[in-house]
């Protein structure tokens, strides 16, 4: 069977794309290999990481583009010729737009540091600490036309503590971000997501 091919969209530092590349280089996620990291950012660590594992990262401005459209519009075709099947975003802070919608919905996951639909956008664990809830969570989901919002495939819970911050918080989701995010490409891999509307059948 040959190999399929992941594109992953990244904003910062990278953490949930290393442990993509982690479960793929250990074994995990199987037969498939991360054909190119893009970035809207230059400075972003996660071009850095893409490169150390012989990845191909490429840097597009979106402020050479005139348009949302025509910025994606390259996007897109920086993912086709590098056959990618499947988009994962992993802090990509941009809102995706229907050029890229249009081509790769239901084949594009999203992780979200928060239990949706509670406190979507940015900012989530601050967001949550200050509502005072006392389980935060992270999710991960296909992605719609509307931010954080589409058919939910995995969550995960943790605690709020009495003396927690938004940097312990936020530490402690994304230990969990990093179990959750290989564990729902596998399962988008594997065949065993099926959409019916908002829920997402995890077949067995
Ligand atoms: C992660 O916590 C991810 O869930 C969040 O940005 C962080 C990126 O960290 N994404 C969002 O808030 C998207 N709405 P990383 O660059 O180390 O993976």
Known sequence: MSERVIGVLASGR??????IIDHIEGGYIKNARIGVVISDRASAYALERARRHGIEAVYINPHAYPTKEEYEQKVL???EEHGVELVLLAGYMRIVGDTLLDA????MLNIHPALLPAFRGLHAQRQALEYGVKVAGCTVHFVDREVDHGP?????????REDD???TLSARILEQEHKIYPEA??????GKLKIEGRRVRVLE
């Open 152 to 160: 939910i495939i995995i969550q995960r819970c943790v605690e709020v």
């Open 14 to 19: 990278g953490s949930n794309l290393q442990s």
């Open 77 to 79: 075709e920086v993912l």
């Open 104 to 107: 790769y919905e239901g084949r």
């Open 185 to 190: 490409v596998r399962l988008y891999l594997e």
């Open 165 to 167: 911050t938004e940097e």
